[in-house]
């Protein structure tokens, strides 16, 4: 997964909104990996947070906590929270 991963552009994905609905809560960042095929960008640590964006400029937010999603936002890029 993460040699898949890897080979990706880093923090982009072909449709942000497409993969929103296919997040559920408690999946794993590898479960998340799976299904965005490649690095997410570190947006914060406390909470853990990565993000994602695609070309339209949609960005998911994906907050983790103890190894598990919690919470994600869809949001325009440059409304982006830094």
């Known amino acids: 997964v993460l040699k898949l991963a890897g080979q990706a552009p880093v923090g982009q994905v072909d ?13 794993t960042l590898l479960q998340v990996l799976l299904l965005t095929r490649s690095l997410g960008r570190k947006l914060g640590d406390a909470p ?3 993000g994602w964006v695609d070309a339209d400029g949609l960005q998911l937010r994906l907050e983790m906590q103890a190894g598990k999603l919690q919470r994600w936002t869809l949001q325009r890029a440059d409304q982006a929270a830094p």
């Open 48 to 50: 853990e947070a990565w």
């Open 15 to 27: 449709s942000a909104a497409r993969l929103q609905r296919q997040l559920r809560q408690d999946m």
